[in-house]
């Protein structure tokens, strides 16, 4: 049987070749209508800007931008041309940023003009701001013929993590991952995405492909839309109700607040059939809600190593389980203790492992941390995921903690230990700890306990702490916990260590 490249390249002939009537909406400061014909030209006209810079096979090229027409076309172009597209997190703190464009070695960086880079100390040879004029530079350029023969094994994006302590780590996705992946979420059992859908991707492109949606979308045909910068629920209610949006996918956090606004305004929404969501547990009354309005909710879960979505839960009985793993994908449950592999009763608690099509291999350029996370067993790659979890008989999954005290806020992670070491480096401050405490918008939010030294005993506010974390230049506004509580001692284990059980009780009775 011939090896047919499973590469981005073929997803790019179907848009070309098989739907060129299919629609591409993308909101901005105006809402923008092209027709996959006129997306695979400029595609086409960007490949040729692109070749032009000299660039060579596995050059990275980054982007800093939101869910919009001019970052899908990045996606296709710089890959189609055998280069690694690098999706930078606009949230990053710009240390941040500075670090993955350096650490990644990028070439050049394509940006929203929203995102002022060029004071970074970086060695990038370029950077271009992605508006009017870069569309009608791009205008100009004669369409490449013929793309590069490329291998479904060559890289194709890289995409940063902050998801533990220290820098972010880079996971590059392959060809061969992305189309296989893109390909399953069109499965019923997935999110079941067909010609007839109109998709309305709201999880960000600059994370993890925005869960390679757009992919999926346009390798089937269906039509995409893109809701541009900071959309607010008038923004997706909007565009639900003009575009008749069947299928939208946001973290929860975004469907709440987009629940509150659509129960006090008047929008037609029934075209919207099914809600992805992921990131964070939903709470159990979004589900009830959509499903009242004849909508079902989809729990999705994966992580930036997984390549996003790895499991998804349909069920509407028990939506707060993450589901059992899509075809390609499988996980272990295995003990804290020894490693060895716990049964699926429901009521063992290990940590899950998993190895797949679209799971990776390794973190980009850091040996060590990959011998922490993946295993070799019997010739398989086994990502140990951090997540302490039941699994039950029929395979569902159900998260109920996370290893090394990570906080999921909105979707995104935050180091209780970084936080932790910021606030002790106070000159006021003896000992502190950062715990998770749940929030019904965000899922998680951060609180702080904090031993004062004895002579700052009642001269230390909570608004000094949080203004002190905001000079350090560090974190991000959303890292600041929510609530910075005083405490003469903190619990400790036997083993001197702090013992976050016993703390996250006594914030909840604080």
């Known amino acids: 049987m011939y090896e047919f490249p499973l590469t981005i390249q073929h997803i790019f002939w179907r848009v070309e070749k098989l739907y060129p009537e299919s629609e591409i909406v993308s ?30 096979k596995g050059d990275k090229v980054a982007s800093i931008e939101w869910n919009t027409r001019r970052h899908l076309e990045l996606y296709f172009a710089t890959t189609n041309m055998g280069y690694i597209l690098h999706t930078i997190n606009v949230r990053f703190h710009p240390n941040e940023i500075e670090y993955v464009i350096n650490h990644a070695g990028d070439k050049f960086v394509f940006t929203s003009p929203e995102f002022e880079i060029s004071k970074l100390k ?3 040879s370029g950077i271009f701001y992605l508006d009017e004029n870069f569309d009608k530079a791009i205008d100009m350029q004669k369409p490449i013929d013929s793309f590069p023969q490329l291998d479904e094994k060559d890289e194709a994006v890289i995409c940063y993590t902050s998801g533990t302590t220290g820098k972010p780590k880079g996971i590059m996705y392959t060809h061969r991952s992305i189309y296989i992946h893109s390909l399953t979420l069109l499965a019923k059992d997935a999110v079941g995405i067909s010609r007839n859908d109109t998709v309305l991707v709201v999880v960000p492109m600059f994370h993890i492909n925005g869960w390679d949606l757009p992919f999926s979308a346009l390798m089937t045909g269906a039509k995409l839309v893109l809701p541009g910068p900071r959309p607010t629920s008038k923004d997706l209610a909007e565009l639900i109700e003009k575009e008749k949006v069947t299928i939208a996918a946001a973290a929860p956090t975004i469907w709440i607040d987009f629940l ?41 879960w994966g992580m930036t190593e997984t390549e996003a979505i790895t499991t998804v839960n349909q069920d509407q009985e028990k939506i707060s389980s993450q589901g059992i793993p899509l075809p390609g994908i499988e996980m272990r449950l295995v003990s804290l203790d020894n490693e060895k592999e716990l049964p699926w009763d429901g009521e063992s608690i290990g940590e899950l492992w998993v190895s797949g099509a679209w799971v990776a291999k390794e973190y980009y350029k850091e040996a060590e941390k990959s011998k922490e996370t993946f295993r070799v067993i019997d010739n398989r790659i086994w990502l140990r995921t951090g997540d302490i979890v039941t699994i039950d008989k029929y395979g569902y999954i159900k998260i109920v903690d996370r290893a090394k005290d990570l906080i999921k806020s909105g979707g995104e992670w935050i180091s209780s230990i970084d936080l932790e070491n910021a606030i002790m480096s106070y000159y006021k401050v003896f000992e502190a700890a950062v715990v998770a405490v749940k929030d019904e918008k965000w899922g998680e939010r951060p609180v702080a306990l904090v031993v004062p030294k004895k002579e700052y005993e009642g001269k230390i506010t909570e608004s000094e702490i949080k203004e002190y974390l905001l000079s350090l230049n560090r974190f991000p506004k959303w890292w600041i916990p929510d609530k910075v509580l005083f405490i003469n001692e903190l619990p400790k284990t036997s083993t001197g260590k702090l013992d976050k059980k016993v703390i996250r009780e006594l914030v909840r009775n604080m």
């Open 27 to 56: 909101r901005s400061e105006k809402i923008e209508r092209m027709s996959y014909k006129e997306f695979a030209l400029r595609v086409r006209k960007l490949s040729s800007f692109l070749k032009s810079l000299k660039l060579e």
């Open 122 to 124: 970086t060695s990038l």
């Open 260 to 300: 509150n606004f659509i129960e006090k305004e008047n929008y037609n929404i029934s075209s919207l059939k099914t809600v992805v969501t992921g990131g964070a547990e939903p709470p159990r009354i979004i589900a009830e809600k959509f499903n009242k309005m004849g909508i079902r909710l989809y729990h999705a």
